[in-house]
């Protein structure tokens, strides 16, 4: 498997991509390849590994909005997005003992925006959006400092900078820095994640180049100046506190409400005030305090007091908008929080996700969004229902 790039390559290349970018266009295809590097983000990592740099590659298949495209496409700088395949070459490292890590294979989504345009030259912001596939997974026996990952199914969130510079009409040369982050949304448990940087060069065939971002904004109306928002839905969590204390912890259901207002400011950007309210079940909290009993003692939980099922805060939200599909982010804080000694000791969230606004006039939206907490560990995913007045 750690020939998986060379090979990929390889054979794209002997399908003649070429060809069949020029029937498409607005359709571009690059090859990177270069090393990641395993941060020193976990406090087992030199326990686990001797060496950190590894190989890491992908290929990427995007198109390239131009003045005919959505009105939205303008509003961005034109973007490149679509969809591609990663690899990861964990495999690669060196070991102490039993304890390892393993490949990493990827499927996501990149959105990618001219920054900077000269004649030959661009800077370009990237982010990109997934799911990642990881073979080796904790266990206390086998793998015992394998804390990063409880799960074969991952989130993968990266986002850098890249240089891309004409060499012909349609082949560009590329350098490119991105941070990595691999987490399961606390839908399994251990539950570390990854925080790797990467370095990579790339070689693009395209046909059609980004165009220079107008000086004037297209002649484009919000859709409406306020609008208003209703969710309900709910994810599961795996309580830290739990494996801590017994070793294992289910998936426990927790149930989520709130709302906004919003003021939509320019076609593809609003901000508002949210508020959001969660709700565990009893059962969860008495198993939770059972656990904290056994962690911190009885006269601490007992100076606590009650733990409590509902819980709420405030926050500011962020939109972006592009046509029916919005990229929204909330950060938030605490006004009633009593459900556990742990939890307790942070006061802010945060909610990071998409939505969808269904065709039509009824306003109903889905969404799925990552809820974490103090900017680092993730609570649960959340999968959300909701109308828009």
């Known amino acids: 498997m750690k020939k998986f790039p060379i090979c990929l390559i390889a054979i794209l290349i002997a399908a003649g991509i070429p ?33 950190f740099v590894y190989p890491a590659g992908n290929i990427e298949v995007g198109y390239q909005t131009t003045e005919e495209d959505s009105p939205y496409a303008a509003l961005y700088g034109f973007p490149n997005f679509g969809v591609g395949i990663g690899w990861d070459g964990l495999s690669s490292l060196h070991y102490n003992g039993i304890s390892r890590l393993d490949n990493i294979y990827n499927l996501y989504g990149f959105v990618e925006r001219t920054l900077l345009r000269g004649e030959k030259v661009s800077l370009d912001f990237v982010f990109d959006l997934g799911t990642g596939y990881n073979r080796a997974l904790y266990d206390p026996e086998r793998n015992p400092l394998n804390l990063n990952f409880s799960s074969h199914f991952l ?167 592009y046509g029916n599909v919005s990229a929204f982010a909330t950060i938030g804080a605490y006004l009633y929080r009593h459900n556990g000694l742990h939890d307790q000791r942070g006061k802010l969230y945060q909610r990071i996700g998409l939505k969808y606004l269904l065709p ?26 909701g109308v828009r007045i």
């Not at 990177?32 to 983000?41: E, L, R």
């Not at 395209?206 to 919000?222: F, G, K, L, T, Y």
């Not at 959001?276 to 007992?302: A, I, M, P, T």
């Open 19 to 51: 060809a069949w970018a020029q029937d498409v266009p607005k359709w571009n295809v690059t090859l990177q390849g270069g090393a990641a590097y395993v941060a020193p983000t976990f406090n087992w990592r030199d326990e686990m590994m001797s060496t």
């Open 155 to 321: 989130i993968f969130v990266s986002g850098g900078l890249s240089l891309h510079a004409a060499l012909t009409r349609h082949l560009e040369a590329g350098l490119a820095v991105q941070l990595n982050h691999y987490s399961a949304g606390r839908l399994a448990y251990p539950n570390g994640g990854l925080n790797n940087p990467s370095a990579y060069l790339s070689l693009r065939y395209r046909n059609a180049s980004a165009p220079r971002r107008r000086s004037a904004r297209p002649d484009m109306e919000a859709p409406s100046r306020f609008f208003y928002e209703i969710y309900a839905g709910g994810g599961v969590h795996k309580c830290a506190i739990e494996w801590v204390a017994s070793g294992e912890t289910p998936a426990w259901p927790i149930y989520s409400f709130g709302g906004s207002a919003n003021y939509r400011y320019l076609p593809h950007l609003s901000t508002g005030l949210a508020v959001d309210l969660y709700c565990s079940s009893g059962k969860f909290l008495n198993r939770l305090e059972e656990c904290e009993r056994q962690l911190y003692g009885n006269e601490e939980v007992d100076a606590y007091g009650p733990y409590e099922r509902f819980s709420g805060g405030i926050g500011v939200i962020q939109h972006l908008h």
């Open 360 to 385: 039509g006039r009824t306003g109903l939206f889905v969404a799925a969004d990552c809820k974490a907490h103090g900017f680092s560990r993730a609570a649960m995913m959340e999968l959300t229902v």
